[in-house]
């Protein structure tokens, strides 16, 4: 099952965000979503867990939450055409477990 983890601090890992869900039960992949452009993470991520039972658990665990100074937000993933906006975003995915930062991008600002 594929959760949408919102508002995260700019500073978090991809590494840190499948650590948070683990907590649950095994995680397929996790992701932090970044702009194309900048790499700078877009404050979104999205978790895969092998388990829909564990994944509703974490869901209803980590919703509202803080991490990393920051109330996160926890829901099941909808597809791209069931956004309420409909509008079309220019980031790509890291999944690379690099944090996609270089030393004049790591301020928390």
């Not at 991490?67 to 791209?80: L, S």
């Not at 790509?92 to 790591?106: A, C, I, L, M, P």
């Amino acid at each position: 099952m594929n959760i949408y983890v919102g508002n995260l601090a700019w500073k978090t890992k991809r590494k840190e965000l499948q650590d948070l869900f683990e907590n649950f039960g095994e995680v397929n992949n996790a992701f932090i979503v970044r702009d194309k452009k900048t790499r700078r993470s877009r404050g979104f991520g999205f978790v895969e867990m092998a388990e829909e039972k564990e994944a509703h658990q974490a869901i209803e665990k980590l919703n509202n939450t803080v991490f990393h100074d920051r109330t996160i937000i926890v829901n099941e993933a909808r597809p791209k055409d069931e956004q309420e906006d409909g509008q079309q975003y220019d980031y790509d995915f890291d999944d690379s477990g690099d944090d996609g930062n270089t030393d004049s991008d790591q301020s928390d600002a």
